[in-house]
């Protein structure tokens, strides 16, 4: 009796590890197979190792590696017949749990209750068009139905993903993290349903970061963590890092024009209500993007000459340019700092206009047509500090107007002169001994073809020494000083018994000027015309100045 209990014993252990080494083999054969009917013959499939286990309804895939087959690339390349996107997969460990076997055996549906793949490396190119059929490829037959898993986790991954455009290429590496994707189900036989999160009802992704390259790039994009979640509808980036992939004389060098180098810095970055739906439908539709210690420079070097081809927008006209919809009801800024850094060709040296401690928001941001027919205006609202002084700016940007017309109130509280020496100096030749403003308040309006408004400043005590630039150093011009001082600019704002002194500057947007030099110069001119005595020392002071 016993001896019958031990082979039965042994009959049970024995047969399911039989039939699970039958099914690795079966699973080692039919694997290629099935990728090669899936794709036509053109990818290859290897793995190193296949283990099942039919009492949990298991099976692990050790070293598995999906990719083209070269030859067969090849072929479709030299006949312009290559399928729009090509794709390579290598996982060091595949994980399926709790199988169908039915199913699956009978080769026409696949389930599951969860597919863990660690380390997973997906390389994504989407081919060239000029090498993709323009014929409709022909219908193949589908000899698997469905695959439904109830959960995906992609550990440590890592995807790129490459695109062309004018034969160039592009990237987007997403690398580290991690992946989880519900309810996932592929059918083929089903029409597209864009509320799905790649084939899955919900999802979340966690990258620890994500970087863009272009083809002769000058900039290089990339972030820290990056999390989506669909529940949620949110999406978190935190360090993202816009900077030129070279010095400014670098920079400049490879451009070949005079043009505006921007550096930006946002460490927290929230983007609420971020519907995959919208976005799987070529739509950015949020409703806030918050930006918490964000740092933006924007830096022009005049030594070199504006390409006269390129026609420099207003953020409005940038907006409704954007080649896909877009609308966020709020952007929320906290604490941002902003740089405004010009070179001079006189001096070679550099000025500075700064914003910091930047709070507030801008509203209704969009470009989608029935949205601004209700709402014509994006609103800018902006506090902060300028060279220790508070500033406070607001914009308002009409939607409706493709000149890109808006209006700007900016004020600014009292200040002493000197702080800004580093500025007049390297772009004015001009050098304040002495200035105590009081206020600053400023009203301008562009109509798509000149800035003009109204800039009214109170100040006391302007005296200026003047310079000149010998052999790479600013001297004083001691007796031209005297003159300026004596006779050609006030004093005060008001002087002694005269009327406070208003003035209306007026500049013509050159083509390719940018939004914030025509700024700068709107002001720039505000505060000639209010310290001259007469226009022409506004127009001189500009002419030395350019």
């Given at each position: 009796m016993l001896a019958v209990l031990v082979v039965v014993v042994i009959i049970a252990a024995a047969v399911p590890l039989y039939v699970g080494l039958r099914y690795e083999r079966v699973v080692e054969r039919r694997l290629p197979e099935w990728v090669a009917r899936a794709t036509d013959t053109l990818y290859r499939v290897t793995v190193e190792d296949v283990s099942i286990s039919l009492f949990s309804k298991n099976i692990t895939v050790r070293g598995l590696r999906i990719f083209p087959d070269s030859a067969k690339v090849a072929a479709l390349k030299a006949k312009k017949d290559l399928p729009p996107t090509l794709f390579t997969l290598k996982v060091q460990r595949l994980s399926l749990k709790s199988i169908e076997w039915a199913g699956f055996i009978a080769d026409r549906n696949f389930s599951c209750k969860a597919l863990q793949a660690a380390h997973p490396e997906l390389v994504v190119e989407k081919v060239d068009a000029a090498l993709v059929s323009s014929e409709k490829p022909a219908e193949t037959r589908q000899d698997l139905h469905q695959l439904q898993i109830d959960e995906i986790e992609l550990l440590k991954p890592d995807i790129k993903f490459t695109t062309w455009q004018a034969s160039h290429p592009q990237s987007f590496h997403l690398k580290g993290g991690r992946v989880r994707l519900l309810q996932w189900l592929f059918d083929p036989s089903a029409p597209r349903d864009s509320s799905l999160f790649f084939y899955a009802r919900s999802g979340s992704i966690d990258f620890d970061s994500a970087i863009i390259t272009q083809y002769k790039q000058l900039y290089n994009l990339q972030t820290g963590r990056f999390h989506f979640s669909t529940p949620e509808k949110k999406l978190v980036i935190r360090d993202l890092d816009v900077k030129p992939l070279f010095?400014?004389?670098?920079?400049?060098?490879?451009?070949?024009?005079?043009?505006?180098?921007?550096?930006?810095?946002?460490?927290?970055?929230?983007?609420?209500?971020?519907?995959?739906?919208?976005?799987?439908?070529?739509?950015?539709?949020?409703?806030?993007?918050?930006?918490?210690?964000?740092?933006?420079?924007?830096?022009?070097?005049?030594?070199?000459?504006?390409?006269?081809?390129?026609?420099?927008?207003?953020?409005?006209?940038?907006?409704?340019?954007?080649?896909?919809?877009?609308?966020?009801?709020?952007?929320?800024?906290?604490?941002?700092?902003?740089?405004?850094?010009?070179?001079?060709?006189?001096?070679?040296?550099?000025?500075?206009?700064?914003?910091?401690?930047?709070?507030?928001?801008?509203?209704?941001?969009?470009?989608?047509?029935?949205?601004?027919?209700?709402?014509?205006?994006?609103?800018?609202?902006?506090?902060?500090?300028?060279?220790?002084?508070?500033?406070?700016?607001?914009?308002?940007?009409?939607?409706?107007?493709?000149?890109?017309?808006?209006?700007?109130?900016?004020?600014?509280?009292?200040?002493?002169?000197q702080r800004v020496n580093e500025l007049t100096r390297a772009l004015a030749l001009v050098e304040i001994a002495?200035?105590?403003?009081?206020?600053?308040?400023?009203?301008?309006?562009?109509?798509?073809?000149?800035?003009?408004?109204?800039?009214?400043?109170?100040?006391?005590?302007?005296?200026?020494?003047?310079?000149?630039?010998?052999?790479?150093?600013?001297?004083?011009?001691?007796?031209?000083?005297?003159?300026?001082?004596?006779?050609?600019?006030?004093?005060?704002?008001?002087?002694?018994?005269?009327?406070?002194?208003?003035?209306?500057?007026?500049?013509?947007?050159?083509?390719?000027?940018?939004?914030?030099n025509l700024l700068w110069s709107a002001l720039r001119r505000g505060l000639l015309l209010t310290a001259g005595r007469n226009d022409g020392l506004a127009d001189f002071a500009e002419k030395k100045g350019k």
């Open positions: 010095s400014s004389a670098e920079f400049y060098k490879a451009s070949g024009h005079g043009q505006e180098l921007f550096t930006v810095r946002i460490p927290n970055l929230t983007a609420e209500g971020f519907n995959w739906e919208d976005i799987s439908k070529g739509r950015f539709i949020l409703r806030a993007l918050n930006l918490r210690d964000p740092y933006l420079r924007v830096y022009l070097d005049r030594h070199y000459p504006r390409d006269k081809e390129k026609q420099r927008l207003i953020p409005s006209q940038t907006l409704l340019k954007a080649a896909f919809p877009i609308s966020v009801d709020t952007v929320h800024v906290a604490n941002a700092t902003i740089r405004y850094v010009e070179k001079s060709d006189k001096t070679g040296q550099e000025g500075t206009v700064p914003f910091d401690k930047c709070w507030g928001t801008i509203t209704n941001v969009t470009n989608l047509p029935e949205q601004r027919a209700q709402h014509a205006v994006c609103r800018a609202d902006l506090k902060g500090m300028a060279w220790g002084s508070k500033l406070s700016a607001a914009f308002q940007f009409n939607l409706q107007q493709e000149g890109g017309g808006f209006e700007a109130h900016i004020q600014q509280g009292p200040l002493e002169g002495s200035l105590k403003l009081q206020s600053a308040d400023v009203n301008l309006r562009f109509d798509g073809h000149t800035l003009r408004g109204s800039s009214t400043v109170r100040y006391n005590d302007l005296k200026l020494k003047l310079l000149k630039e010998d052999e790479g150093e600013l001297d004083r011009r001691g007796i031209l000083s005297l003159v300026v001082n004596k006779a050609l600019i006030y004093p005060d704002n008001p002087m002694e018994g005269e009327k406070v002194r208003q003035v209306t500057p007026a500049v013509t947007k050159g083509r390719t000027q940018s939004f914030f």
